[in-house]
């Protein structure tokens, strides 16, 4: 009898986490938007130029 209710059980839980739907990852990704955040191009600007050392004036 235990056999048997955690057989059911597993096929309970199988059940419970199938996913009946049908929609594409391509719809899916349409849902939520993508903001850069570096550039229009996506490449980052370059880092600023050190400061200069103060025994070099």
Same mark, same amino acid.
């Given at each position: 009898?235990?056999?048997? #209710? @955690? /057989?059911?059980?597993? @096929?309970?839980?199988? #059940?419970?986490?199938? #996913?009946?739907?049908?929609?594409?990852? /391509?719809?899916?990704?349409?849902?939520? !938007? @993508?903001? #850069?955040?570096?550039?229009?191009?996506?490449?980052?600007?370059?880092? !600023?130029? !050190? !400061?200069?050392?103060?025994?070099?004036?």
């Amino acid at each position: 009898m235990k056999k048997t #209710s @955690i /057989a059911f059980m597993v @096929i309970i839980f199988g #059940s419970l986490i199938y #996913s009946c739907s049908t929609d594409s990852v /391509a719809e899916i990704d349409g849902l939520y !938007p @993508i903001h #850069s955040t570096e550039g229009d191009d996506g490449d980052p600007p370059p880092p !600023p130029p !050190p !400061p200069p050392d103060p025994g070099d004036e």
